[in-house]
């Protein structure tokens, strides 16, 4: 990449995490006068941001910099944007760039905040934007890593990773989104960096039924350390690496998600665990827990790949109401006994 700075940024998605993102990129590009874009469904939304600094339905009394615009017109949002970057429901990613496709900067590089597989191609995001867009794999890029939106607003120091298959553009996005509080390294393995972000929502769905039921940390270390064993399984059998999943966009993003009430897919876990049907939970929740939808996709890839991944299994179980949450633990525990290597037979 020969540009120097990122000059105009649109992020598409003015949830939690588009908000925050967008807030860390005006804060990291304040000095340079980078313009930062957020491109809000809602006029009210997008109102509220320009005029108040705040995004109170997401972000609570969080105050968003003055160098963060935002807009219900995406054409006004993209026009001219260097850095794109999508930040939607999984599940709703490939409609929208259907109708955003002509307005996307030619020269753009694309960045993913998502952490889903979409159902019914088991498709990652970094594939779908390639599609749809059909755009070049060295300009998309995805961002993954322990990153509670919340604990970013408030500008606790958190570390990510940014994975392109070109290392310069993962390096450009990188100097674009450093901030006091924000650092984020780089890699080129987009396979691994994203099946760490989808997988770990599925086990931390595992994991918030075991604190619902009141279980302790053995059994949650337990279950994180084996979800992170089946999630290396799976992305390397996708071509990603085994260091990729021991790094932050692996381990460290199963932790937070995995120990936070901040997180809605562990929360999610837990409201199952307390008796709430799926209906019942996914009405109470107001954000996307991604965990829920992408369970069957992660499931679907992994049996075509011959990939065993018993969590991820149970949960899809769980989730359809073939099991109940008090058979989960067991079903685990009645397993074959093997031995513990990530690739053991
Ligand atoms: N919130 C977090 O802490 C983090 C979230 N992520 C990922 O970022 C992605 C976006 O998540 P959040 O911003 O947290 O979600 P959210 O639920 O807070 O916000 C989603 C945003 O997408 C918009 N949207 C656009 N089209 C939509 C449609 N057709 N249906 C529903 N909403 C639509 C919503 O209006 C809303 O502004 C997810 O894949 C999530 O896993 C990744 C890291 C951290
Ligand atoms: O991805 C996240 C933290 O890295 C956010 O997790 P939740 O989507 O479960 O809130």
Same mark, same amino acid.
């Given at each position: 990449?020969?540009? &120097?700075? $990122?000059?105009?940024i649109?992020?598409?998605?003015?949830?939690?995490?588009?908000?925050?993102?967008?807030k860390?990129a005006?804060?990291?590009g304040?000095s340079?006068?980078? +313009?930062? %874009?957020?491109?809000?469904?809602r006029?009210?939304?997008?109102e509220e941001?320009?005029?108040k600094?705040? /995004?109170?339905?997401?972000?609570?009394?969080?105050?968003l &910099?003055?160098?963060l615009?935002?807009? +219900?017109d995406?054409?006004?949002?993209?026009?001219?944007?260097?850095?794109v970057?999508?930040?939607?429901?999984?599940?709703t990613?490939r409609?929208?760039? %259907?109708?955003?496709?002509?307005?996307v &900067?030619?020269d753009a590089?694309?960045?993913?905040?998502?952490?889903?597989?979409?159902v019914g191609? +088991?498709a990652r995001?970094?594939?779908?934007i $390639?599609?749809e867009l059909?755009?070049?794999?060295e300009?998309?890029?995805?961002?993954s890593?322990?990153?509670? $939106?919340?604990?970013?607003?408030r500008?606790?120091?958190?570390?990510?990773v940014?994975a392109?298959?070109?290392l310069a553009?993962?390096g450009?996005?990188?100097?674009?989104?450093?901030?006091?509080?924000f650092? &984020?390294?780089?890699n080129?393995?987009?396979?691994?960096?994203e099946?760490g972000g989808?997988?770990?929502?599925?086990?931390?769905l595992?994991?918030?039924?075991c604190?619902?039921?009141?279980m302790g940390?053995n059994?949650?270390?337990?279950?994180?350390t084996?979800?992170?064993?089946?999630?290396t399984?799976?992305?390397v059998?996708?071509?990603?690496?085994?260091?990729?999943l021991?790094?932050?966009?692996g381990?460290g993003?199963?932790?937070a998600?995995c120990?936070?009430?901040?997180?809605?897919?562990?929360?999610a876990?837990?409201?199952l665990?307390?008796?709430?049907?799926?209906?019942e939970v996914?009405?109470?929740?107001q954000?996307?827990a991604?965990?829920?939808?992408?369970?069957?996709?992660?499931?679907?890839?992994a049996?075509?790949?011959?990939?065993?991944?018993?969590?991820?299994? /149970?949960?899809?179980?769980?989730?359809?109401?073939?099991?109940?949450?008090?058979?989960?633990?067991?079903?685990?525990?009645?397993?074959?006994?093997?031995?513990?290597?990530?690739h053991?037979?």
């Open positions: 990449m020969n540009i &120097p700075h $990122a000059t105009a649109a992020v598409l998605g003015a949830g939690s995490w588009g908000t925050t993102f967008a860390v005006a804060d990291a304040a340079r006068g980078t +313009d930062v %874009r957020v491109w809000a469904r006029a009210d939304a997008a941001i320009n005029t600094h705040r /995004n109170t339905r997401y972000l609570g009394d969080i105050a &910099p003055a160098n615009r935002a807009s +219900d995406a054409a006004a949002v993209l026009a001219g944007a260097q850095l970057v999508l930040a939607v429901p999984a599940q990613l409609a929208q760039l %259907r109708e955003f496709k002509d307005l &900067p030619k590089v694309i960045l993913s905040l998502m952490k889903g597989l979409e191609t +088991d995001m970094s594939q779908v $390639a599609e059909d755009w070049p794999e300009r998309i890029a995805v961002l890593g322990p990153n509670l $939106a919340m604990e970013i607003a500008e606790e120091p958190t570390a990510s940014v392109c298959s070109d553009t993962a450009w996005i990188a100097s674009a989104c450093t901030a006091p509080y650092r &984020p390294y780089t080129t393995d987009v396979v691994g960096t099946i989808i997988v770990k929502n599925v086990i931390a595992a994991v918030g039924i604190e619902g039921k009141q940390d059994t949650k270390a337990s279950v994180m084996r979800g992170l064993a089946e999630t399984r799976l992305a059998a996708l071509g990603g690496k085994t260091e990729t021991f790094g932050l966009s381990m993003d199963l932790i998600t120990s936070s009430s901040l997180s809605r897919n562990h929360t876990g837990r409201l665990a307390q008796g709430l049907s799926l209906d996914t009405a109470t929740m954000q996307t991604e965990g829920i939808k992408s369970a069957q996709a992660v499931l679907d890839r049996t075509q790949l011959g990939v065993s991944m018993p969590i991820t299994e /149970n949960v899809v179980a769980v989730l359809h109401g073939a099991i109940s949450v008090d058979e989960l633990g067991p079903r685990l525990l009645a397993r074959e006994l093997k031995a513990e290597g990530v053991a037979p």
